[in-house]
């Protein structure tokens, strides 16, 4: 139950919305965004399945290069 609420919610992420012209109801990026926030973080039991997701979006949008770290801020070096 707790992986079919998280991937009903989840499958939201990132939002990318942009409103239509004129739109009456006034509903921001920010909004959304915010409020899948409070979702994501309305149950502990999300933690785990969230992690190695939002790590492997953000892999893919920052690139390999964005990922590595300089040699001199690597541990043990």
């Given at each position: ?35 899948l ?23 893919t ?8 770290l ?8």
């Open positions: 139950m707790i992986q079919d609420l998280f991937d009903v919610t989840f499958c939201y992420f990132p939002i990318s919305f942009r409103p239509p012209p004129n739109d009456p109801y006034g509903i921001t990026a920010e909004d959304l965004k915010v409020a926030r409070g979702c994501m973080s309305a149950s502990p039991y999300f933690a785990k399945l969230a992690l190695p997701l939002f790590l492997e979006k953000f892999t949008a920052a690139g390999p290069s964005m990922v590595r300089p040699k001199a801020q690597r541990v043990g070096s």
